[in-house]
């Protein structure tokens, strides 16, 4: 199944083509599939709908999500979605909106909130954090 985000750019669940390199929504059934079984270092988007920061994030982490295909798996959880991820929610308590949270080998290793996208080195963050984690 594929889920539109709210820009109305399309989300990829599983599987190949074009919409492969864009951010995966995540839920409480596929979290072990992409995540926790994940041979890519996975980012994670703890995101709502309601959050506008979220939304600014957008246009880069599809980017990145290009960028980084094969080597980085961007997902995003929509915590708003209570029928979809309660359990996400609770075991992760993302707070503040936006939470990226980093997985290596299907555990936690980082976590930063919110990055400013009108910042010219809104991409650099996440080059370096990237790479850094990659490397380890």
């Known amino acids: ?11 990829a669940s599983t599987g190949g083509g074009p919409a492969a390199v864009r951010p995966i929504a995540v839920t409480d059934a596929n979290f072990a599939a992409e995540v926790e079984r994940s041979k890519e ?15 600014a994030l957008i246009p880069i982490l599809d980017v ?20 979809s991820n309660p359990a996400l929610a609770q075991r992760f308590n993302p707070n503040p909106l936006p939470c990226l949270v980093l997985f290596k080998n299907g555990r936690e290793i980082d976590r930063s909130y919110g990055v400013d996208p009108k910042q010219p080195d809104a991409k650099a963050f996440f080059r370096s954090w990237f790479e850094r984690n990659l490397a380890r």
């Open 64 to 83: 990145m999500a290009a960028e980084y295909a094969g080597r980085v798996k961007i997902c995003k959880v929509d915590v708003s979605d209570e029928n």
């Open 1 to 11: 199944a594929v889920t539109l985000w709210p820009s109305g750019s399309q989300l």
């Open 41 to 55: 270092l996975v980012l994670i988007e703890f995101w709502a709908d309601w959050c506008g920061p979220c939304h």
